[in-house]
């Protein structure tokens, strides 16, 4: 079964550079999320996006947005890199959240990103 | 605001043997409750849920879950451990007022199950 896909899998930038990583949900999810993960924490939600609009949003810091494509494709981008941003981002994606009932994520691998 | 809780950081427990993790939730409103479960280098797995209906919920691999509405918990159990349920297992909750269900999660709970 087709599964939520993440790119790229690993990402090392330098302080201060750019990055920008890539989600695709499972065929007919239209609701994307990401989240970020430090070493040894839990996920921590940072955004969100429902047919292309921003839904929700958590702890992204200004320097970071994310968008939502026409294919339901989602985007990170991440500027201004720190050493404290390296951590795991996943992408989830999930059926219409607008109603109830709300069946859980799915979940990708995982970008790991190291910031040096 | 809702959040959740887990007492431990590992659980050792020896194969054979039956497994508990703990989790503990505070939201405003009824709670959604989910456990996942995560092997490394890994997306998160979805293991089960409560909505509402019957307290004891069965999910994935075995695993089975109690929501407890007066104790606020929702501790995931499984009978018999098994080496390959070693992993780093998160509970969630979200809640239905507000509008929003995105859920938090906990800080995970390490499960080693020895041979």
């Known amino acids: 079964a087709a599964g939520v896909i993440q790119s790229p899998r690993h990402l090392i930038k330098e302080k201060r550079e750019t990055a920008t990583l890539k989600c695709y949900p499972i065929?007919?999810?239209?609701?994307v999320y990401w989240y970020q993960q430090g070493p040894g924490q839990d996920p921590q939600f940072l955004i969100s996006?429902?047919?292309?609009?921003?839904?929700d949003k958590g702890s992204i810091p200004d320097r970071f947005s994310a968008q939502q494509f026409s294919d339901y494709h989602s985007e990170l981008n991440m500027s201004s890199l720190e050493l404290g941003d390296s951590a795991l981002y996943f992408c989830?994606?999930?059926?219409?959240?607008?109603?109830?009932?709300?069946?859980?994520?799915?979940f990708g691998s995982g970008t790991r990103l190291t910031v040096v | 605001a809702q959040s959740v809780a887990q007492p431990e950081d590992q659980v050792n427990v020896a194969e054979g043997n039956p497994l508990t993790v703990k989790c503990t939730y505070s939201v405003s409103g009824n709670p959604y409750l989910f456990w996942y479960v995560q092997y490394p280098n890994r997306g998160l797995q979805f293991l089960l849920k409560?909505?509402?209906?019957?307290?004891l919920v069965k999910g994935s691999y075995g695993f089975e879950a109690e929501f407890n509405k007066s104790q606020t918990s929702f501790h995931l159990k499984k009978p018999s451990a098994l080496v390959s349920d070693s992993a780093l297992y998160f509970c969630a909750v979200s809640h239905t007022s507000g509008g929003s269900y995105i859920p938090t999660f906990g800080r995970g709970t390490s499960l080693i199950v020895h041979p």
């Open positions: 989830a994606s999930s059926l219409p959240n607008g109603g109830l009932p709300w069946w859980g994520y799915t």
């Open positions: 996006f429902y047919e292309k609009m921003q839904s």
């Open positions: 065929p007919r999810h239209d609701t």
């Open positions: 409560y909505i509402t209906g019957d307290n």
